[in-house]
């Protein structure tokens, strides 16, 4: 089958890449659409110690499922899912550990993490995937909504971190994808949101929507914001955050830091290279008692209930899509400021 993989130096487009296997309790999924996110042009640069197929944001079609004779009921019961649309949960967890069996599996001592961590992703013509980790589609909801269903699901799981009282002020740092979906989510609660970015262009969104937006250069550094949610994924977010929060206000993390910003297919700079060891001055977070909160992913169901109602705009997002032999443009493009790029593996190259 064909494929998008990193091997761990450089990406390649395999044509005949080895067919996936469904363990027990698991189902061979086709994917239909898969987005490309940040964390994928990440891992194409070598910043992080993945190797394998890429790719975890997906709408696809179970094909089949291996569950033994034996299983429980419950798994029995998914065989339903065989021809039906799904998406799913990245995180692949034992349901053994400690943090699983305190109700915390998504962060649990074992876990694998569909095209990130230890397993392959969907940036194929078929992928492995858990039953339990599966979600059925609403129906009414298309593959364009429905491909955003975990970036979607992380937004959500940001504003259910904190308890929105007394019309707070909310700033959202950061216009790319995640930024654009986490200020539509803060704007539904009882609260003053404005998103601060670099990008003109994208302003239009804010404007359709009724947000506030302002380019982050012109915006102060008063510390009067009760809430900073920061989706930059760089040192200097996280420090114009601890200068926008007011004393014992939040931060909220939405993306890993990374140090540095390399072009696709640049060479990725030694390990004593300067870059690697930016300083970010913490003191604040203990002179102003900060309350920093990490945040990653959210609850699969919530995001597709919101997808349901229309209560969050996705299709703007998309700027670009293509083919899966057009994979390895389709990255660079979502390195080069496209929102959201899209791989429709229902489409053959021209």
């Not at 997906?58 to 009921?73: H, R, T």
């Not at 364009?144 to 970036?151: C, L, R, S, Y």
């Not at 297919?265 to 920093?292: F, K």
């Amino acid at each position: 089958m064909r494929a998008l993989r990193f091997d761990g130096s450089s990406v390649t487009f395999e044509r005949a890449w080895r067919d996936p296997v469904a363990l027990p309790g698991e189902a061979v999924v086709r994917p239909v659409l898969t987005g490309v996110c940040s964390s994928d042009t990440e891992i194409a640069k070598g910043l992080t110690t993945f190797a394998g197929v890429m790719g975890h944001e997906f709408v696809g079609i179970v094909e089949s499922v291996n569950i033994p004779d034996d299983a429980p009921q419950h798994l029995r019961d998914r065989k339903a899912l065989v021809g039906k649309r799904v998406v799913g949960s990245i995180n692949i967890v034992c349901g053994a550990c400690d943090m699983c069996k305190r109700g915390l599996s998504s962060h649990c001592r074992h876990r694998t993490v569909l095209g990130v961590s230890g397993r392959d992703g969907v940036f194929a013509e078929r992928f492995t995937i858990p039953l339990v980790n599966l979600y059925p589609v609403p129906q009414g909801v298309d593959d364009d909504h429905t491909v955003f269903a975990e970036p979607l699901a992380g937004a959500l799981h940001a504003a259910q971190t904190f308890k929105a009282e007394g019309k707070p002020y909310i700033t959202v740092l950061g216009d790319g994808k995640l930024g654009l979906l986490t200020v539509q989510v803060m704007a539904r609660l009882n609260a003053s949101v404005r998103l601060l970015g670099k990008h003109p262009e994208k302003y239009g969104l804010c404007e359709r929507w009724g947000i506030k937006h302002r380019h982050i250069d012109e915006a102060g550094r008063r510390q009067d914001q009760d809430v900073v949610v920061d989706c930059t994924g760089t040192a200097a977010g996280l420090t114009t955050a601890m200068a926008m929060v007011r004393p014992r206000g939040k931060i909220i993390l939405k993306s890993t830091i990374s140090p540095l910003r390399i072009p696709l297919g640049a060479p990725v700079p030694g390990a004593n290279h300067p870059a690697w060891n930016q300083p970010v001055n913490l003191a604040p977070l203990v002179i102003n008692e900060i309350e920093l909160i990490g945040s990653r992913c959210g609850n699969i169901p919530d995001a597709l209930s919101a997808l349901a109602s229309g209560a969050v705009q996705v299709v703007p997002l998309i700027t670009r899509r293509g083919p899966l032999e057009e994979a390895p443009a389709l990255l660079e493009a979502a390195r080069a400021g496209n929102i959201k790029v899209l791989i429709d593996h229902t489409r053959r190259a021209a």
